[in-house]
């Protein structure tokens, strides 16, 4: 309803619509709503619940471990992720199609596997910030990131923050 | 803006223009190029904070869209400026309404294919992603450096278009009139764009969509009202104010002027739009007979004294008035 004030006044005069606008974060923000916020509610879920990772073999990011817990960078990234939330981590191993596909329907909270910047999925997952650059076989710079559902922008940023925490080194 | 550009003397052709317009002539020039400075520091910043969002993609189109007409405007007044030759008789006055129909036609298309792009990301229900950036070492959410971004650029659009508006109606420049008016709204696409982006911050992910179909919609409506009046031009319509929404006053002055000279009878005249000046037709009945040289050339010094936008007029001494010619005399006989 707050946001509809900002809306309907934008033929007013621009001082304004931009008090206005003002105005409707102020009372949102009174009202106790955190920027930004999860449309689907992810971080609340998985805060004290599960996280449910979805992991791509991509040495040494990602390595899978027949039956068992999988390990490598990425993978300790995401416990540790995981325990800042007081969150216990499901795992879900399987090719990054496959993991995407579940990531879009809401099956999985987070995929890894060793993805960078310039990954393909960009258009069907948010893509977090490069938490570390390492140089690709032609000599470039590539960051590394990971794959969090589209939108979820409170879980995102939240990762996001653990990620660049700590400053990870290239492998 | 530069030293040579000041000391160029402005023309519209043959038309050598007033001291004030001259005067407006050059402010305008200055103007377009602050807002082309402008633009290139919007549209460089919008960029880089864009991201994910469908309504900062929607605002950078239309700054990067916004280049067209001041572009447009300074290409037309160069190529006005040039004297009629044997090839170009009538001078290269319509370089206005070309590069008029250049832009509408680029915000037309352009709006489209927005408007499309906002509605089906809408009804595909996509959720815009929006994370941190890290910006000098801080860690801050996108979204606040595009509410900042995004009001940056709704300033100074606002007070260029404030400032060429006037000048456009001195000058019957539709391409600067067009500019100003595109300049003038743009803080609705700040404002729009501001709220779709708060909207993703308090987690209503459709607020971008709509944010953006906002923006897109003026896009295309800007595109449709500059075609419409840059068309009607091109085809020769009676000359209307420079905003196209009545005729223009000069009409009725130049039959008015006509009819004081004690020697006509009656007179009618058909006026079109060049772009800056106009070409007038004007027909003539004397109270008895054939009018003499000196009547003709009165008749003709009286009508260019108007304004400088007259000048290319021709008198034309009649029996009877041409109806067909003339078909506003159909309903105003």
Redesign the interface.
């Known amino acids: 309803m707050t946001?509809n004030v900002?809306?309907t006044t934008?033929t007013g005069r621009?001082a304004v619509?931009?008090a206005a606008?003002v105005l409707?974060?102020g009372v949102?923000a009174g009202c106790g709503?955190t920027?930004?916020?999860?449309?689907d509610g992810t971080l609340d879920r998985v805060r004290g619940g599960e996280l449910r990772v979805g992991v791509s073999p991509h040495e040494p990011w990602t390595v899978p471990v027949p039956d068992g817990t999988p390990t490598g960078l990425e993978v300790d990234l995401v416990e540790g992720f995981a325990q800042s939330l007081d969150a216990d981590v499901v795992w879900t191993t399987g090719g990054e199609e496959e993991l995407v596909g579940d990531l879009e329907r809401g099956a999985l909270d987070l995929v890894v596997g060793g993805f960078t910047a310039s990954s393909p999925w960009t258009s069907k997952a948010?893509?977090?910030?490069s938490y570390v650059t390492v140089t690709d076989p032609d000599g470039k710079p590539e960051g590394h990131v990971m794959l969090?559902?589209?939108?979820?922008?409170?879980f995102?940023?939240e990762l996001?923050?653990y990620l660049?925490d700590q400053e990870v080194q290239a492998p | 803006m530069t030293q040579g550009a000041v000391e160029q003397s402005f023309r519209f052709g043959n038309t050598e223009l007033p001291p004030d317009a001259r005067d407006a002539a050059r402010k305008a020039k200055r103007l377009a190029w602050l807002t082309i400075a402008f633009l290139v520091t919007a549209v460089t910043l919008v960029y880089l904070v864009m991201g994910s969002s469908q309504a900062m993609k929607a605002a950078w189109a239309e700054d990067l869209l916004s280049f067209i007409p001041p572009i447009a405007f300074l290409v037309a007044l160069r190529v006005t400026g040039r004297v009629p030759s044997e090839k170009h008789p009538y001078g290269y006055h319509r370089s206005v309404g070309i590069g008029h129909l250049v832009a509408a036609t680029a915000l037309l298309t352009m709006g489209a294919f927005l408007v499309f792009d906002s509605v089906s990301g809408l009804l595909a229900g996509e959720h815009p992603p929006v994370g941190l950036i890290v910006v000098l070492g801080h860690e801050i959410w996108s979204g606040w450096l595009m509410v900042i971004v995004l009001a940056y650029t709704c300033v100074p659009a606002v007070l260029l278009g404030r400032a060429k508006m006037p000048l456009a109606e001195q000058l019957h420049d539709r391409v600067l009139h067009a500019d100003a008016d595109m300049n003038k709204a743009d803080w609705m696409t700040g404002v729009g764009g501001i709220v779709g982006v708060l909207g993703i911050g308090v987690g209503l992910w459709w607020a971008d969509s709509a944010a953006a179909l906002f923006i897109s919609a003026s896009i295309l409506h800007d595109g449709v009202k500059n075609l419409r009046s840059a068309v009607a031009a091109l085809m020769d319509a009676r000359a209307t104010t420079v905003d196209g929404s009545e005729p223009h006053p000069l009409g009725g002055a130049i039959d008015e002027t006509l009819r004081g000279l004690e020697w006509v009878g009656s007179a009618a005249s058909r006026v079109r739009d060049q772009g800056h000046v106009f070409h007038v037709e004007a027909f003539v009945v004397a109270r008895d007979g054939m009018p003499t040289q000196e009547q003709l050339q009165q008749a003709w010094d009286a009508v260019t004294d108007l304004d400088w936008k007259v000048e290319d007029l021709v008198v034309v001494p009649v029996d009877e008035l041409p109806e067909e010619l003339l078909p506003g005399l159909r309903r105003h006989p």
């Open positions: 946001s900002a809306m934008t621009p619509t931009a606008a409707a974060l949102l709503v920027v930004p916020t999860d449309p948010a893509v977090t910030v969090t559902p589209m939108g979820e922008n409170a995102l940023v996001e923050r660049l």
